[in-house]
């Protein structure tokens, strides 16, 4: 049973590219959340995609946008990156049904450095 | 809002012993979960033991409890017989347990790095 997937694991930009980061959900789950940890930070809660809709979004401009496909997979997409856009970027998925079988399972993240 | 407050940011425990990394919350919500993970440095996070709010009994899993106090609004991971490969950065979470409409994101601390030393 395969986990949530990211990729890329790293990624170099330079300020005001556009990046996409992808995510590829645990078998059986629907959900799927993004988090931006900065270093020495907790993640921060970017949005969450349920039936290809966004569900709920996090305090983040909308340089931050996202897609979810019909197999459940997801796009992080960032546009006119800024320095302060450096961060880990973490995927989870879950299974919508409330409470305690909504665990959300987090993928190995991707590293984004922006110079 | 939801807010998680964790106070240590180092802690550091013999191998074999026991040690308690501390979380309390603040939150409106009368139904919400507590969630435990940890986060080697390879970036991962690990999902070790959740809590819910009505749950009567705390939580385990394994070498992990959840000491659970309502009253105090606290949710202190407990890792007994502590092993080198415990070393991590350690995140307390919550989340609303509410309405759907309400969503289901995870608010997090600013962690706890925990050190095993042989």
């Known amino acids: 049973d395969a986990g949530v997937t990211q990729s890329p694991t790293h990624l170099i930009k330079t300020r005001g590219q556009q990046v996409t980061l992808r995510c590829s959900p645990k078998?059986?789950?629907?959900?799927v959340s993004w988090y931006q940890q900065a270093l020495g930070q907790g993640p921060q809660f970017i949005f969450q995609?349920?039936?290809?809709?966004?569900?709920q979004r996090g305090n983040f401009p909308d340089r931050f946008s996202g897609h979810q496909f019909p197999n459940y997979s997801s796009e992080l997409n960032v546009n006119a990156l800024l320095l302060g856009d450096s961060a880990l970027y973490l995927c989870?998925?879950?299974?919508?049904?409330?409470?305690?079988?909504?665990?959300?399972?987090f993928g190995p993240g991707t590293r984004l450095l922006v110079l | 809002a939801q807010k998680i407050t964790q106070t240590q940011p180092g802690m550091f425990v013999q191998e074999k012993e026991a040690v308690t990394l501390d979380c309390t919350y603040d939150?409106?919500?009368?139904?919400?979960?507590l969630f435990w993970y940890k986060q080697p440095s390879s970036g991962e996070m690990i999902f070790l033991i959740y809590?819910?709010?009505?749950?009567?009994q705390n939580a385990t899993e394994g070498r992990y409890s959840l000491n659970f106090q309502k009253a105090r609004k606290s949710a202190n991971l407990v890792i007994s017989a502590s092993q080198l490969g415990d070393s991590a950065m350690y995140f307390c979470a919550m989340r609303d347990l509410g309405q759907e409409t309400s969503g289901s994101r995870l608010t997090f601390g600013e962690g706890t790095q925990l050190t095993v030393n042989p």
């Open positions: 989870a998925s879950s299974y919508l049904s409330g409470g305690a079988l909504e665990t959300q399972y």
């Open positions: 809590q819910g709010s009505y749950d009567e």
């Open positions: 078998s059986g789950h629907d959900t």
């Open positions: 939150t409106s919500d009368q139904s919400y979960g």
């Open positions: 995609y349920y039936e290809e809709e966004e569900r």
